[in-house]
């Protein structure tokens, strides 16, 4: 097993984390900008507000993506999983 080997195994994982977790991250962040937006306008500085709606998002981010995501996870973990023959045959 070479390095450039692990570093793609490495790079492909880090990049399937990102793409999991980007629509609840993204969903939160955009959920705190409208809420500090709104507090904004209001005057009012409550710290505890935007917790219920940030996590709201991020439950309903987990609730329609739920099938994509375990569809990514087991697309990756299956290629990991085959592509141990070739690594073993190389040495």
Same mark, same amino acid.
């Not at 692990?6 to 809420?35: C, D, S």
């Not at 937006?37 to 409550?46: C, D, G, R, Y």
């Not at 935007?50 to 994509?68: E, H, R, T």
């Given at each position: ?13 880090? $990049? ?5 977790? *980007?629509?609840?991250? =993204?969903?939160?962040?955009? @959920?705190?900008?409208?809420? %500090? ?16 709606? $940030? ?5 309903? *981010?987990?609730?329609? =993506?739920?099938?994509?995501? @375990?569809?990514?996870?087991? %697309? ?16």
């Amino acid at each position: 097993m070479d390095h450039g080997f692990v570093i793609e195994i490495t790079n492909r994982a880090v $990049k399937v984390t990102m793409m999991l977790a *980007a629509p609840m991250l =993204l969903g939160a962040l955009v @959920m705190g900008i409208i809420i %500090s937006l709104f507090q904004a306008v209001t005057q009012i500085n409550e710290q505890t507000l935007s917790f219920i709606p $940030k996590i709201l998002v991020i439950v309903m *981010a987990l609730v329609f =993506l739920s099938p994509w995501m @375990m569809e990514t996870m087991t %697309s990756f973990t299956r290629d990991l999983y085959t592509s141990i023959p070739s690594v073993v045959m190389e040495r």
